[in-house]
């Protein structure tokens, strides 16, 4: 695609329920990277992957956020179990490679009720 | 103490003058500092990037990079209000495949 581009663009979701966020990066893009960025702040590193392989996952706040990407393309983040403090908006970013540019999507703003 | 560390602002210039960004990071190990740009409900994009110490000019922008205080800066050449936006300061270590910290950034209001 033209840009990198998350689904849904807004989500409101119960306490307690879980939440799949997706990103298709722009074609072709090696390296998928997911930041989670509360308002007034900015972007918090989350995971990030190299084709389908999730390199670094340090970021993830707890084992209720997982991520993956498996056919090197299309990633999902999902947060089993939301709790409101995991309200936020969550960005994607693509880039070509390692040093390379990267290009964040418009985001996904979750709110937890 | 936070890895990278920017005053929030808001820093207000007026249009024509030259508007003065700043950002400190804590880790040696950095490589690459980034300026990104992001309006208001909108996503960030990258204005400029550097890895060298000194000055690198694109148009208006310049930014500045000192290892030794570990600083950088970025600077605005006749500020427009087009250029009111939060300025977001980033670093990337070497190894870590392009993951970026970022600051807090810093809000810029320039008044016609």
């Known amino acids: 695609g033209a840009g990198v581009s998350q689904s849904p663009r807004y989500k409101v979701t119960k306490r307690g329920q879980d939440v799949a966020l997706r990103c298709d990066p722009i074609?072709?893009?090696?390296?998928l990277y997911w930041y989670r960025q509360a308002l007034g702040q900015g972007p918090e590193f989350l995971t990030y992957?190299?084709?389908?392989?999730?390199?670094?996952k340090s970021g993830l706040p707890n084992d209720r956020f997982s991520a993956e990407r498996p056919e090197g393309s299309i990633s999902t983040l999902t947060i089993q179990r939301t709790e409101q403090r995991d309200s936020a908006m969550y960005r994607c970013?693509?880039?070509?490679?390692?040093?390379?540019?990267?290009?964040f999507g418009q985001g996904t703003r979750l709110t937890v009720v | 103490q936070k890895e990278v560390e920017q005053n929030s602002g808001p820093l207000s210039v007026p249009e024509g003058a030259i508007a003065s960004l700043n950002c400190t990071y804590s880790?040696?190990?950095?490589?690459?500092f980034f300026w990104y740009r992001q309006y208001s409900g909108k996503s960030p994009e990258l204005i400029m990037f550097?890895?060298?110490?000194g000055d690198k000019e694109d148009g208006r922008f310049t930014a500045q990079l000192n290892k030794a205080s570990q600083y950088v800066s970025l600077l605005i050449r006749d500020s427009q209000p087009s250029d009111s936006a939060t300025y977001l300061c980033?670093?990337?270590?070497?190894?870590?495949?392009?993951?970026?910290?970022f600051g807090q950034g810093t809000e810029l209001s320039v008044k016609p």
């Open positions: 970013a693509s880039s070509s490679g390692r040093g390379a540019e990267a290009f």
């Open positions: 074609s072709g893009h090696v390296s």
């Open positions: 992957f190299n084709y389908e392989a999730q390199q670094d």
């Open positions: 880790d040696r190990g950095s490589q690459s």
């Open positions: 550097i890895y060298s110490n």
């Open positions: 980033a670093v990337s270590r070497r190894n870590q495949g392009g993951k970026l910290i």
